[in-house]
């Protein structure tokens, strides 16, 4: 999304050429073939580890970090993995986020119009998602198991598996006007039947 607002908003002549079906295709099958490569990588470690006795894990799903603190295997390598797959993966992705909306905004802020403004509110809502999805699975995955708090990890986990799939939907349907008119309507009725 943050490279289709850069298209839009920067070179927007160029946006039929440049984000063609097949760019958009070839970006999603990199996206996918990544998520896979990551999870394969992190999967396929948790089969060289051993369990001594039945333990608990504290979570919605079972994340990485606390199968390696459940582990009684050598988890050094394991440990260093984490945080080098993060900054490559997680920073590379944020970098380039961010990257594009610093051109995005630069060139909205050089000539401030109504549409600059549409534009803006237009990229608020991914950089909130992406913020909220990056700085909690973060806390998550680079925080020592040892030392964590069992309550926080579940409530930081369902931000960043639950919270942006949930708000995605409402914040980008109610840029649509016909949203708007079909809540304003349920909200207005709901009010006066209450009085």
Not at 15 to 20: A, E, G, V, W
Not at 75 to 83: A, E, F, K, Q, Y
Not at 93 to 115: Q, V
């Amino acid at each position: 999304m943050a490279w289709d607002h850069y298209v839009a908003i920067c070179q927007p002549p160029q946006y039929p050429i440049i984000m063609n079906p097949q760019f958009c295709v070839r970006m999603t099958l990199a996206s996918l073939l990544s998520g896979l490569v990551y999870a394969g990588v992190h999967t396929g470690n948790t089969f060289d580890l051993s369990f001594c006795q039945l333990k608990l894990v504290y979570q919605f799903f079972c994340v990485f970090p606390a199968l390696l603190w459940l582990s009684c295997s050598h988890t050094t390598s394991n440990m260093v993995l984490i945080p080098a797959s993060i900054i490559v993966v997680g920073g590379g992705c944020f970098g380039l986020i961010i990257m594009s909306y610093i051109h995005t905004f630069s060139t909205l802020l050089k000539s401030p119009t109504r549409a600059s403004v549409k534009a803006f509110s237009t990229c608020i809502p991914h950089i909130l998602m992406v913020s909220i999805f990056l700085s909690s699975s973060t806390d998550v995955y680079l925080r020592p198991s040892a030392t964590s708090d069992t309550l926080q990890d579940l409530i930081l986990s369902a931000c960043y598996t639950m919270v942006p799939p949930f708000l995605n939907p409402l914040l980008y349907s109610f840029r649509n006007k016909q949203v708007k008119e079909a809540v304003m309507s349920v909200v207005g009725r709901q009010v006066f039947s209450g009085k």
